[in-house]
């Protein structure tokens, strides 16, 4: 938890993923997904680097394009489950179970 608030929380660190998640803004535009109406493998990265940004530092998505794509991936049907079952090792803490932060 320490390096997690020092760290994650610092304003610098706050501004640098809020720059990253306006450069995938702007890279996604008005499409469903970043390689255009068919999702592929690139959408899953992005989504699970914003999706940690947002469980660090609620708060840090703004942009609407990105959140409608947030909950597009979450309510995928083969995924869903995954992210509503709090048995799902989406609750597991971000790194690993040594991560001092959860």
Same mark, same amino acid.
């Given at each position: !938890?320490?390096?997690?608030?020092?760290?994650?929380r610092? %304003?610098a660190?706050?501004?640098?993923? !809020?720059?990253?998640?306006?450069?995938?803004?702007?890279?996604?535009?008005?499409?469903?997904?970043?390689?255009?109406?068919?999702?592929?493998?690139?959408? +899953?990265?992005? &989504?699970e680097?914003?999706?940690? &940004?947002?469980?660090?530092? %609620?708060?840090?998505?703004?942009?609407?394009?990105?959140?409608? &794509?947030?909950?597009?991936?979450?309510?995928? %049907?083969?995924?869903?489950?995954? +992210?509503?079952? %709090?048995?799902?090792?989406?609750?597991?803490?971000?790194?690993? !179970?040594?991560?001092? +932060? !959860?």
């Amino acid at each position: !938890k320490q390096w997690y608030q020092r760290r994650v929380r610092e %304003p610098a660190a706050v501004a640098t993923a !809020k720059g990253v998640i306006q450069q995938f803004s702007e890279a996604l535009g008005e499409r469903q997904f970043f390689a255009g109406d068919a999702i592929s493998c690139t959408d +899953f990265w992005i &989504f699970e680097t914003i999706d940690k &940004f947002e469980r660090l530092e %609620p708060g840090t998505l703004e942009q609407d394009n990105i959140l409608r &794509f947030r909950k597009r991936i979450m309510s995928l %049907p083969t995924l869903h489950k995954y +992210f509503t079952d %709090p048995k799902s090792s989406r609750y597991l803490p971000l790194n690993n !179970k040594r991560a001092s +932060f !959860k």
